[in-house]
């Protein structure tokens, strides 16, 4: 099945409805061809659709949902959101080949409106043992990367959605999408 690139469609749910039917190898093909300009596009087209639940990014308290990821970066843009309900907070970290420079990016979850926060700005407190051990995202090269951000992230389908970072509540030229692994409604 050959899912099309945000700018060969329209509308939104004909890009989530090729998501929803193609097997998850093939999402993950789709997702690693995406450009810049594409996951632009996409930012746009998620713009007022469907509601995105924050119970899309986890399970059951204690399970670890990783998130596959690929940003607009030119380098080293495929990464992985982990995220876990850790005794009633939601928080995740960013798993990458840059984490020994730039920290892991610990953040909070939080639903606002239609769309889920992924909060830097608001730093978990209860280590994880599944997680690397707790860093500031404002101490080092850490605050050049996560320091002062908010990714603000939008539905594309039942698997996919689009985020784009925010620093001191301005918008940067920064998107990511992410799939989740796993079954989404399996989710609380």
Known sequence: MTIPSPTEVVTLATLAGALDSASHDERMAWLSGLSRKELSTLYQLAEGGPPLD?????????????????????????????????????????????????????????????????????????????????KSNTSGLST???????????????HAVIGKAFKKGKPMKAWFALLREGDPSSAN
């Open 144 to 158: 050049l990367v996560y320091g002062h951000m908010v990714d603000r992230v939008r539905r594309v389908s039942t």
């Open 54 to 134: 924050i119970k899309h990014f986890h399970d059951g308290a204690g399970e670890v949902v990783i998130h596959h990821g690929q940003n607009s970066l030119l380098a080293f843009n495929s990464f992985q959101k982990r995220v876990v309900d850790n005794n009633g907070t939601l928080q995740g970290y960013n798993h990458q080949t840059l984490s020994w420079i730039t920290g892991p990016g610990h953040f909070s979850l939080k639903q606002e409106g239609s769309e889920v926060l992924f909060d830097y700005t608001e730093e978990p407190t209860m280590p994880v043992d599944a997680f690397p051990p707790l």
